[in-house]
């Protein structure tokens, strides 16, 4: 009888116990549960609103600002600024960038082109007009010079930098280049035709 007494009472506790597990094991899942997402609910919102203010801020001013500088290219120098034709460094292509120019006169367009060693040292603008879409451009014999002394793909660039760089500014869909007053031979070519622009 005592055995059995014994075995009851072992049976009892051994089963007070383990309801007491089970329970507290059923009781502590709850309470990690809530808190997990009570803890990652508020990181994912500080997180992202921390950098996204931070960063959408400064990128997108930066964005907004770098569009606008590029094409205008605003000095502090208060000059107007141009868009003009430079090669690149491989001299294989010509690229728009925006200059300093002093005024709005053609001879302020090349000399653009000439710090941006698009052109060399003095070329000059003689005359220049528009009439139905075709600038004609007289330049100076320094010009005709320039372009003769070039291989052909330096000619090239120095015809296509000055083109591109007129057609644009002055809104001509062709430009006509002559020197004092006659058709630009280069040796490789007759410019008596207007050039479109390749821009």
């Given at each position: ?18 309801a007491a597990c ?8 709850p309470a990690d ?15 992202p609103e921390t ?149």
């Amino acid at each position: 009888m005592k055995r059995s007494k014994v075995i009851t009472a072992v049976i009892a506790i051994i089963a007070v116990v383990a309801a007491a597990c089970v329970y507290g094991y059923v009781r502590s899942k709850p309470a990690d549960e809530p808190e997990k997402p009570a803890v990652t609910e508020p990181e994912n919102p500080t997180t992202p609103e921390t950098p996204d203010d931070s960063n959408s801020g400064k990128p997108s001013d930066s964005k907004t600002d770098k569009p606008a500088v590029q094409p205008e290219n605003p000095n502090p120098s208060g000059t107007e600024s141009v868009t003009i034709y430079v090669p690149d460094e491989q001299g294989e292509t010509l690229t728009p960038t925006g200059a300093d120019a002093k005024d709005d006169s053609d001879q302020s367009l090349v000399d653009a082109l000439i710090a941006a060693g698009s052109l060399p040292e003095g070329v000059k603008v003689q005359s220049s007009s528009l009439e139905n879409g075709t600038l004609t451009l007289d330049m100076n014999a320094a010009f005709g010079e320039a372009i003769r002394a070039s291989g052909t793909a330096g000619e090239t660039l120095k015809i296509y930098a000055l083109v591109n760089t007129f057609a644009q500014a002055r809104g001509a869909t062709a430009v006509l280049i002559t020197v004092d007053g006659k058709v630009l031979e280069s040796g490789h070519e007759i410019y008596d035709y207007a050039i479109e622009p390749n821009n």
